[in-house]
């Protein structure tokens, strides 16, 4: 039987996960939309993972979680190893790609920058509140122009003359979009200025003093959109590659690192268990912390977000 490391990346907007062998070859990928719910999202993404796979060839004994809800989603699967984005996306893109020494990454909402040498991560930012330069703002504003922003790469590439938009934040890109758009400018125009915008805004805050280096690898979800990849190579002046399994790269790094840990053995039935997240505050200092606590079936399997040991002993764990 040949033994795989289940690695789940739970972001803000989507959720991906993958089955990879002991090589590392991806055996099952999947990537959904999270929808404000990052334990039905995981069951949802570990249904999909589940049908097809053979389990008296292949056998999970190894879990990792990674992204911003991954303590939690670790706590439910028992996963052996709970690991930061950065880290992450380090190792899955090092694995295909030995020799990048930049990552550039765009999500549903948030933005990071890698720099890596030697296989090590040297350097890393991520972006601050502002929202422009991510998935989440181009889908804002595909809806506004009635575009699919599955097509915004295509049309935008289109254009001859894309007109510029203000990428310094959310606010001024869309006043400035409905301004061009009001004063006549033509849609891919438009929409290649926006990939500019997307390119220039993460450059000027994820990415700045931060020193560009090729080979320069593009991924996330906006790394789909092949307008914002030629912007981010105009600018640069260099080549900018983005990879075919770019948007799973958080949750094969993560499978990678969870090899490194204790074998178990994993259960798809999981999926069929009940679990609830509840927020308690606690009472006992000036602190008022407030608990996060995790049920599995109605029992406390796990809590957290106590400055203090009070406020476990209260909770009898």
């Known amino acids: 039987m040949i033994k795989c490391s289940l690695g789940i990346d739970i972001g803000s907007i989507s959720t991906k996960g993958v089955i990879i062998d002991m090589d590392n070859n991806i055996i099952k990928s999947a990537y959904i939309e999270t929808k404000g719910n990052p334990i039905g999202a995981v069951k949802e993404l570990l249904s999909i993972l589940k ?52 990552i550039l990454e765009i999500g549903g909402q948030d933005s990071k920058i890698i720099l890596i040498e030697n296989k090590i991560v040297t350097d890393y930012a991520m972006n601050t509140l502002c929202a422009a330069g991510t998935g989440a703002f181009l889908s804002s504003q595909a809806k506004r122009l009635g575009v699919d922003v599955k097509d915004f790469g295509k049309i935008a590439l289109s254009s001859t003359h894309p007109t510029k938009i203000a990428a310094r934040c959310t606010v001024f890109a869309e006043s400035d979009l409905v301004h061009k758009a009001g004063a006549g400018y033509k849609k891919e125009d438009i929409i290649a200025g926006l990939c500019y915008s997307v390119a220039n805004n993460y450059l000027n805050n994820v990415g700045k003093g931060k020193k560009i280096i090729p080979p320069i690898i593009f991924q996330g979800g906006v790394s789909k959109n092949v307008g914002v990849q030629k912007a981010f190579s105009d600018i640069l002046g260099e080549e900018v590659i983005a990879i075919e399994n770019g948007h799973l790269m958080g949750a ?18 999981v999926i069929n268990i009940n679990f609830e997240t509840r927020g308690i505050e606690c009472e006992q200092c000036p602190n008022h912390c407030e608990i996060i606590c995790i049920k599995k079936d109605s029992r406390l399997i796990d809590a957290w977000g106590n400055r203090c040991e009070k406020g476990l002993s209260k909770l009898n764990i």
Request: proline residues 1%; negative net charge; hydrophobic residues 40%.
């Open 252 to 269: 094969l790094g993560i499978a990678i690192l969870a090899k490194d840990s204790m074998e178990q053995d994993f259960n798809f039935n």
């Open 51 to 102: 049908e097809g796979f053979n389990t008296e060839e292949y056998r999970i004994v190894h879990i990792g979680t990674t992204g911003s809800a991954r303590k939690l989603i670790g706590t439910i699967l028992g996963a052996g190893i709970v690991k930061n984005e950065i880290t992450a996306h380090a190792v899955g893109t090092i694995s295909k790609y030995p020799d990048v020494r930049t």
